[in-house]
């Protein structure tokens, strides 16, 4: 096997896996314009003599699969990542200079997406025949909100009627570590209303002021978080949190408000659902709401449920193996308290899924770049994760 590795190894081509990122970083690919570069990531595939299936989300949006397939006996390994961007903004037009590749979707996620086709290339190239078979997939629809992750859910319908197969997903996404968990996370908003209309201050009481409810509310909220804090605090992604990010209440600077608006982001470890915030949310306004006899609304949107793939769990172990070989010291192990794709796909298809990319250091930063060397380097891991996860024939 470590002939078999070295052969692998030798065939990744860093100029080449370099020369395809940039490629794809000067196509722009804002989230629902991502035609071009999805022909541009399919020429890129079938350079390297692959099928690609081109599954489209909306008409000109598609998903691209493509397959190595194995001799059989082994377990099947997706690869994946996302081809579209958040607005391109300050960020300056690409260019190369050194080692680094500027523009926007550099280090999310073109560089793990061109990386994805460099450990194909070895493979492809070393003559190293897997047992399993290796999916290399590309979805849209990731970074905004209005593309309700389309592309994500298709590819979790095509892995839930047979249209696609696989055991283990690896998202080419984040740093060079191993990011096995996520918390859950939803937007929440709690809505107050008096049906008392609204009056001139003068003849309210403050202490009936429903602004003064929602005040007293903003505390309880700030004191959960000290209780999230001061309680269990899970090892990989630290305490629970509870932010704020609206308050809204009134429209005139002597009238009381008719609502009060609390808008934020809860999130949560593994071991609890949404379904379980809501009603912690409910139990914590619901005293306020009463004081002030105000009607109280609670609901939450964007929930994502919380994942954890074991670092036991096989291709957890295969990743971190390529990685100490590639790298020559072990990889960090590392939770997030942000929400990705690998949330829904464990949720949503049952795979379990992890991440682990060239670099995220300046994801939808105005100067965005990746690493050549470090793009090179994933290469190598994904190469040899799908030799060690998959088998390799005889």
């Known amino acids: 096997m470590p002939d078999v590795l070295d052969r692998i190894l030798d065939a990744v081509d860093g100029a080449w896996v370099a020369e395809r990122a940039f490629e794809l970083v000067k196509v722009p690919s804002v989230t629902l314009e991502e035609q071009e570069?999805?022909?541009?990531?399919?020429?890129?595939?079938r350079g390297l003599g692959l099928d690609v299936e081109v599954r489209e989300v909306t008409p000109g949006r598609p998903n691209l699969y493509a397959r190595i397939r194995g001799t059989g006996g082994g377990p099947t390994l997706m690869l994946n990542g996302h081809l579209d961007t958040i607005p391109v903004g300050n960020c300056p037009p690409p260019r190369r200079e050194g080692d680094r590749i500027y523009g926007r979707g550099s280090t999310d996620m073109?560089?793990?997406?061109?990386?994805?086709?460099?450990?194909?290339r070895?493979?492809?190239?070393?003559?190293?025949r897997l047992k399993g078979d290796l999916w290399l997939t590309a979805v849209v629809g990731h970074e905004e909100t209005e593309a309700r992750k389309d592309g994500i859910r298709a590819m979790i319908e095509d892995i839930r009627n047979g249209r696609l197969t696989c055991d283990r997903i690896l998202i080419a996404e984040g740093r060079d570590a191993l990011w096995v968990m996520s918390m859950g996370s939803a937007v929440f908003t709690i809505l107050m209303e008096s049906d008392r209309g609204g009056m001139h201050t003068q003849y309210v009481p403050f202490g009936e002021n429903p602004i003064r409810h929602m005040g007293d509310l903003i505390r309880r909220i700030y004191e959960r978080q000290q209780e999230l804090d001061a309680g269990a605090v899970h090892p990989l992604a630290g305490p629970e949190r509870i932010d704020l990010g609206i308050a809204q209440a009134g429209d005139y600077f002597n009238r009381t408000p008719l609502r009060c608006v609390l808008t934020g982001t809860r999130r949560w470890a593994p071991g609890r659902t949404a379904q379980d915030i809501l009603a912690e949310l409910k139990a914590l306004a619901g005293p306020f709401a009463e004081a002030g006899k105000l009607k109280l609304t609670v609901s939450i949107e964007h929930e994502r449920e919380p994942f954890e793939t074991p670092v036991s769990d096989p291709a957890v172990r295969a990743t971190a193996e390529a990685a100490r070989r590639v790298t020559g010291r072990e990889p960090d192990t590392v939770g997030m308290r942000i929400v990705g794709d690998a949330n829904l796909y464990v949720h949503g298809a049952g795979v379990p899924t992890f991440y682990y990319g060239p670099s995220n250091e300046t994801a939808h930063a105005d100067v965005e770049w990746v690493s050549v060397a470090r793009i090179e380097g994933a290469a190598k891991v994904y190469?040899?994760?799908?030799?060690?996860?998959?088998?390799?024939?005889?």
Do not use: D
Request: glycine share 12%; proline share 0%.
């Open 37 to 45: 570069v999805c022909v541009c990531y399919a020429e890129q595939m």
């Open 110 to 120: 073109k560089g793990g997406m061109a990386a994805i086709l460099g450990a194909a």
């Open 122 to 128: 070895a493979l492809l190239r070393s003559g190293v």
């Open 383 to 394: 190469a040899l994760t799908a030799a060690l996860y998959c088998g390799v024939a005889e």
